[in-house]
Structures are given as structure tokens and as C-alpha cells.
């Protein structure tokens, strides 16, 4: 058998074993070198991984617990509840790199004094450009909606286009800007037969009690008067849905457009004065004595100045007004760049983790007084579901829309920001909950003769409540989408269905005050109970809910 070399025997020498063993021990050094030095990289990787997978989850935590308050994308719910996905709860600003440099070349301006005039000059002019850069950006946030007016047209003209393709020869409507003007010669046309209609009746009603035959011209015309009103209901039916449309999308681009020109006007208007100022300035300083030869133009460019700064106040007005148009119509969500960071308002002192992670553990019971449903406690050391590590998930998952700064197209996405904590709304005189004595008050509104304080039965009004913050409405039930809750398209035809299947429900307008004020009475297929608020029957006086009913009822 062939003898085997032990490894001891593989250096035979001690000059070798010496050798191998400094070998060995330089390698050893060397990987434990390399893993030091390496050590931090692999760390941080195997942080970020274990960041990611737990932002992973808390995106399926929110998915399933959150996105029905605070919106699939975090930017939240009108009235319902704030977008998290925001600039303001990050204490993110516009204007951080730009007030940063501002305050450097102001301490640099304090500290020169009057030892560099030069210098003093220059610091003094790039603050000044710093300054009117920052007035720009702020103005572009708050005033300039020029992408959604230019969606806006394009809607509008998409329309015109298939009203004309509808209905331009079949109805003789050269413009549809002319669609209002045709609708109301149908309606016109209605309200005459419908006249006539009862105008005959009664002559056939009279006859009959005398115990005559009625005329047999009246029955004949009677006839033709329902056949006519068929078909004007019929046309009306077809017309009356788009002019509605038409007549709404018209006055929201006429809102836009209103900002957009003054917005636009109070630019150039400035571009005019820096134009005549420059000028004024490179003009030589007037003589001591003698005739100034620049006296007349000097003289000019103060008249023109004062007739710009003019019309600038009148055009600041405008904007102004035309902003807060489209906020009471609720066209947009305005943010306020200059607002305080959600910590500050809230005076939290810690982390924005903490401020996170303390709401989710424990809830926020106080906001009940401003909002339909009170943050919940969700950790399971509150009674809520969730334990500590998807409490981490969610903080993870919130956190990190923060990461990358926030643009203007950011902004314009929100539908709700945070509201600042109150003790609560006036008190108001609820309805209740007894839908038939809701009903028969809302039938004694509506034919009462005596003139109203406030609207009633108004579906402008009623959309204004709808889609607004107090209610929240739209938040939940959004036209085209179904969400939170059902489509109010089509609603008062489904609703007459209900009414017409369920002998419970006498009504269509029965069905719309129940599920108002009673949502758990009637469940739409599809859907769950417990996510209407039961509390509107507290919070809705008559008069409210009278138009929030005329708007419903038009989603025929």
C-alpha cells in the first residue's frame, strides 16, 4: 500500500512550517481586514433591504386599513379625512434652498458694513433677484393653474365636439353654445302644453260632474298634447343631461380663466415697470442747474409707474377674488406655502416617527369634532388590530413619501389637507333619524309659500354641501368612480327601483333621506355597513338636506 504524507510532513522544514505559518496568519488578518472594512456597506444593504420589505408591507397595512380615509395614494379625502402624502405634515418648503441663500448674502451684506461698497452692491442686487425669484415661485403655487385650465378647454371642446356630432343636424344647433338657448325653447314648449293639458282636463272634469259628454275636440286634442309632451320629455331627456354638463364644465373654465388673466395681467404689469425703472435708472442724475433734458421723460415714466401700480391693486383684487371663486366651488385645494409644518401647528417637540407612530398606537379621539369618523387607535395595545411591527410597517411605509422633495404637480393632487384641531362646529338643529317625519317636514318646505332666509330645494347649493369639506360626501360617493361608496350616477332611477322592489321603501326620495340619516338601514349590494358616518342626522338641519336632496334627485 502506498505510504501517505501526513500534513505535518508536507513541510518537511522548519524554515517552511515558519513560512506557512506567517502565510497563514497574514490571510487570516487579511479576510478579517476585508470584512471589517466592509462591514459597514453590508450593513447598510442588509438595512435597506430590511427598510424596503418593511415599506412593502405597510404599503399592503395602508391598502387594507388606511386608503379608505386617506385615499389610495395618501392625499387624502374630501371631508373624510387628510392626505398624509403631503408637503406640510414633512415640514417640506418650497422655498428652503432660496431662503438659505438669502440669509448667507445677508449676513455677508451686515458683516461688509461700509468697507466694500462694491461688494455691498452686488450682495445687495443678488438679494434683491433671490427675493423676486422667490415671490415667482410662491405666486406660481398659489395662483397658476394654467395645466388644469388647458385640460379644462380640452374637455370642453371634446364635448362640443360630440354635442355637435350628436345633436347639430338632428336639432338645427349651429353652435353648441347654443344648446342652453335650444333647451329652454323646449322647456318653453313643455310648460305651454303642460298648461293646455290642464286647462282641458278641467273642461273634461267639468263636464263629467255635470254629467255631460265631455267634448270630443278636447279628447282628441288631449291626445295629441300627451303624444307632444312624450316626445319634448324625450328630447329634453337627451339635451338636458349634456346642457347640464356643458353649462357647469363653461362657468369652471370661466373660473380658471378668470385667475389665469389676472394672474397673467399682474405679470406683465411688472414686466412694464422693470422696463421703465431700468430705464429711469440709466438715466444721468439730473443737473444741479440748468434744464434737465431728460425732465419731460422722467416726468412720463413717473405717470406711466403710478397708472401700472394701479391697475396692479385693481388686478391683485381680481385674482384674489377670482381664487376664492374657485375655492367656494371647490374647484381646487388651496395650499398655503407660507403654512406652518403640521409639528408646529400641533406644537409636537419630538420626531415625526413619534408624531406618526403615537397617532396610529393610540388614536386620535378628539378629532371627532372636526371630522365624520375620529382617528381610530389601531395598535393592539389600544383595543385596535395591529401589532407593534405593522405599526413599524405603516410609519415605514407613511415616511417614505417623503423622500424625495415635493413638486407643484405634488401639491395640485391633494384633495384634503390636515384642519387645525377645534372644539367643534356651531350646533345646529339635526333632522333626526325618523324618516317619515323627515319627509313630511321636507314636503311642508317645499310647498310652503312663505319666502325662504336661506335656499331651499336648490341643487347648486345641495352640490355645494355635497362635494364640500363639512359633509364629505364626495369623498366617499364620487361621480364616475365607484369608491369608498356608490356612484351617485344614475342614483334617483336606482333609487325609484329600490322603491318599486322593497315595500319597506315607499319612495325614491324615502330611500335617499334613509340612507342619509339611517345608512344601515339599506345596504347597496356590493358594499359593507358601518362606513357611511351614522351622525348626519345630527349634523343636517331641513334646510340642508333639502338641497342636498334636490341634488341628488337630479342624478336621474
Request: net charge negative; proline share 4%.
Given at each position: 500500500?502506498?505510504?501517505?504524507?501526513?500534513?505535518?510532513?508536507?513541510?518537511?522544514?522548519?524554515?517552511?512550517?515558519?513560512?506557512?505559518?506567517?502565510?497563514?496568519?497574514?490571510?487570516?488578518?487579511?479576510?478579517?481586514?476585508?470584512?471589517?472594512?466592509?462591514?459597514?456597506?453590508?450593513?447598510?444593504?442588509?438595512?435597506?433591504?430590511?427598510?424596503?420589505?418593511?415599506?412593502?408591507?405597510?404599503?399592503?397595512?395602508?391598502?387594507?386599513?388606511?386608503?379608505?380615509?386617506?385615499?389610495?395614494?395618501?392625499?387624502?379625502?374630501?371631508?373624510?379625512?387628510?392626505?398624509?402624502?403631503?408637503?406640510?405634515?414633512?415640514g417640506f418648503s418650497f422655498?428652503?434652498?432660496?431662503?438659505?441663500?438669502?440669509?448667507?448674502?445677508?449676513?455677508?451684506?451686515?458683516?461688509?458694513?461700509?468697507?466694500?461698497?462694491?461688494?455691498?452692491?452686488?450682495?445687495?442686487?443678488?438679494?434683491?433677484?433671490?427675493?423676486?425669484?422667490?415671490?415667482?415661485?410662491?405666486?406660481?403655487?398659489?395662483?397658476?393653474?394654467?395645466?388644469?385650465?388647458?385640460?379644462?378647454?380640452?374637455?370642453?371642446?371634446?364635448?362640443?365636439a360630440e354635442i355637435t356630432?350628436?345633436?347639430?343636424?338632428?336639432?338645427?344647433?349651429?353652435?353648441?353654445?347654443?344648446?342652453?338657448?335650444?333647451?329652454?325653447?323646449?322647456?318653453?314648449?313643455?310648460?305651454?302644453?303642460?298648461?293646455?293639458?290642464?286647462?282641458?282636463?278641467?273642461?273634461?272634469?267639468?263636464?263629467?260632474?255635470?254629467?255631460?259628454?265631455?267634448?270630443?275636440?278636447?279628447?282628441?286634442?288631449?291626445?295629441?298634447?300627451?303624444?307632444?309632451?312624450?316626445?319634448?320629455?324625450?328630447?329634453?331627456?337627451?339635451?338636458?343631461?349634456?346642457?347640464?354638463?356643458?353649462?357647469?364644465?363653461?362657468?369652471?373654465?370661466?373660473?380658471?380663466?378668470?385667475?389665469?388673466?389676472?394672474?397673467?395681467?399682474?405679470?406683465?404689469?411688472?414686466?412694464?415697470?422693470?422696463?421703465?425703472?431700468?430705464?429711469?435708472?440709466?438715466?444721468?442724475?439730473?443737473?444741479?442747474?440748468?434744464?434737465?433734458?431728460?425732465?419731460?421723460?422722467?416726468?412720463?415714466?413717473?405717470?406711466?409707474?403710478?397708472?401700472?401700480?394701479?391697475?396692479?391693486?385693481?388686478?391683485?383684487?381680481?385674482?384674489?377674488?377670482?381664487?376664492?371663486?374657485?375655492?367656494?366651488?371647490?374647484?381646487?385645494?388651496?395650499?398655503?406655502?407660507?403654512?406652518?409644518?403640521?409639528?408646529?401647528?400641533?406644537?409636537?417637540?419630538?420626531?415625526?416617527?413619534?408624531?406618526?407612530?403615537?397617532?396610529?398606537?393610540?388614536?386620535?379621539?378628539?378629532?371627532?369634532?372636526?371630522?365624520?369618523?375620529?382617528?381610530?387607535?389601531?395598535?393592539?395595545?389600544?383595543?385596535?388590530?395591529?401589532?407593534?411591527?405593522?405599526?413599524?410597517?405603516?410609519?415605514?411605509?407613511?415616511?417614505?413619501?417623503?423622500?424625495?422633495?415635493?413638486?407643484?404637480?405634488?401639491?395640485?393632487?391633494?384633495?384634503?389637507?390636515?384642519?387645525?384641531?377645534?372644539?367643534?362646529?356651531?350646533?345646529?338643529?339635526?333632522?333626526?333619524?325618523?324618516?317619515?317625519?323627515?319627509?313630511?317636514?321636507?314636503?311642508?318646505?317645499?310647498?310652503?309659500?312663505?319666502?325662504?332666509?336661506?335656499?331651499?330645494f336648490d341643487s347648486n347649493?345641495?352640490?355645494?354641501?355635497?362635494?364640500?369639506?363639512?359633509?364629505?360626501?364626495?369623498?366617499?360617493?364620487?361621480?364616475?368612480?365607484?369608491?369608498?361608496?356608490?356612484?351617485?350616477?344614475?342614483?334617483?332611477?336606482?333609487?325609484?327601483?329600490?322603491?318599486?322592489?322593497?315595500?319597506?321603501?315607499?319612495?325614491?326620495?324615502?330611500?335617499?333621506?334613509?340612507?342619509?340619516?339611517?345608512?344601515?338601514?339599506?345596504?347597496?349590494?356590493?358594499?359593507?355597513?358601518?362606513?357611511?358616518?351614522?351622525?348626519?342626522?345630527?349634523?343636517?338641519?331641513?334646510?340642508?338636506?333639502?338641497?342636498?336632496?334636490?341634488?341628488?334627485?337630479?342624478?336621474?
Amino acid at each position: 500500500m502506498e505510504n501517505q504524507r501526513t500534513p505535518f510532513m508536507l513541510f518537511p522544514s522548519v524554515t517552511s512550517r515558519i513560512v506557512a505559518g506567517i502565510i497563514s496568519f497574514t490571510g487570516i488578518i487579511i479576510v478579517l481586514a476585508w470584512v471589517a472594512i466592509n462591514e459597514e456597506g453590508r450593513m447598510e444593504e442588509f438595512t435597506e433591504r430590511f427598510q424596503g420589505r418593511s415599506v412593502e408591507t405597510g404599503a399592503i397595512l395602508f391598502e387594507n386599513n388606511c386608503s379608505t380615509c386617506h385615499g389610495q395614494d395618501g392625499r387624502g379625502l374630501t371631508g373624510v379625512a387628510p392626505a398624509l402624502n403631503n408637503p406640510q405634515l414633512f415640514g417640506f418648503s418650497f422655498f428652503g434652498d432660496i431662503d438659505t441663500e438669502i440669509a448667507v448674502k445677508s449676513a455677508e451684506l451686515e458683516q461688509l458694513g461700509s468697507s466694500d461698497p462694491d461688494r455691498a452692491a452686488q450682495l445687495e442686487a443678488e438679494i434683491a433677484t433671490l427675493e423676486a425669484q422667490r415671490q415667482e415661485l410662491d405666486e406660481t403655487i398659489r395662483y397658476d393653474y394654467s395645466s388644469e385650465l388647458a385640460e379644462l378647454q380640452a374637455e370642453l371642446s371634446a364635448l362640443d365636439a360630440e354635442i355637435t356630432e350628436l345633436f347639430g343636424e338632428k336639432y338645427e344647433i349651429v353652435s353648441p353654445s347654443l344648446l342652453p338657448i335650444k333647451v329652454g325653447e323646449l322647456e318653453a314648449q313643455k310648460s305651454a302644453l303642460e298648461l293646455e293639458q290642464t286647462q282641458i282636463q278641467d273642461r273634461i272634469a267639468a263636464a263629467e260632474t255635470a254629467g255631460e259628454t265631455p267634448d270630443a275636440a278636447d279628447n282628441a286634442r288631449l291626445d295629441e298634447v300627451f303624444a307632444k309632451l312624450d316626445t319634448l320629455n324625450t328630447q329634453l331627456d337627451e339635451l338636458g343631461g349634456y346642457n347640464t354638463e356643458r353649462t357647469n364644465l363653461v362657468a369652471k373654465v370661466g373660473r380658471f380663466t378668470a385667475l389665469h388673466d389676472a394672474h397673467t395681467q399682474i405679470i406683465d404689469l411688472r414686466m412694464q415697470a422693470a422696463e421703465l425703472n431700468s430705464e429711469l435708472a440709466a438715466m444721468p442724475e439730473a443737473p444741479a442747474e440748468g434744464e434737465d433734458p431728460n425732465a419731460t421723460r422722467r416726468e412720463e415714466i413717473g405717470a406711466a409707474l403710478f397708472d401700472i401700480e394701479t391697475q396692479q391693486v385693481a388686478q391683485e383684487s381680481a385674482r384674489d377674488d377670482a381664487l376664492q371663486a374657485l375655492m367656494d366651488n371647490f374647484d381646487i385645494v388651496f395650499y398655503d406655502p407660507a403654512r406652518d409644518a403640521r409639528m408646529v401647528e400641533l406644537k409636537w417637540n419630538g420626531a415625526l416617527r413619534d408624531l406618526i407612530r403615537t397617532t396610529l398606537i393610540s388614536g386620535r379621539p378628539t378629532s371627532a369634532s372636526y371630522w365624520n369618523n375620529p382617528m381610530a387607535a389601531w395598535s393592539q395595545r389600544a383595543g385596535g388590530p395591529l401589532r407593534d411591527d405593522e405599526i413599524e410597517n405603516l410609519v415605514d411605509y407613511i415616511l417614505n413619501w417623503g423622500v424625495q422633495p415635493f413638486t407643484i404637480e405634488d401639491v395640485r393632487q391633494i384633495n384634503q389637507y390636515a384642519v387645525l384641531p377645534t372644539t367643534g362646529a356651531a350646533a345646529v338643529e339635526g333632522v333626526g333619524t325618523d324618516v317619515d317625519a323627515i319627509l313630511a317636514a321636507l314636503d311642508e318646505l317645499e310647498n310652503s309659500e312663505e319666502p325662504m332666509e336661506v335656499p331651499v330645494f336648490d341643487s347648486n347649493e345641495g352640490q355645494r354641501a355635497y362635494v364640500g369639506p363639512d359633509l364629505g360626501c364626495g369623498g366617499c360617493h364620487q361621480i364616475g368612480v365607484a369608491g369608498t361608496g356608490p356612484d351617485p350616477t344614475g342614483l334617483y332611477t336606482r333609487a325609484e327601483q329600490y322603491a318599486a322592489d322593497n315595500p319597506r321603501i315607499t319612495s325614491a326620495r324615502y330611500y335617499l333621506v334613509q340612507s342619509i340619516v339611517n345608512p344601515s338601514a339599506f345596504i347597496v349590494d356590493g358594499y359593507s355597513d358601518g362606513i357611511m358616518p351614522q351622525t348626519f342626522g345630527d349634523r343636517l338641519d331641513l334646510e340642508t338636506l333639502s338641497n342636498i336632496i334636490a341634488y341628488l334627485e337630479s342624478f336621474d
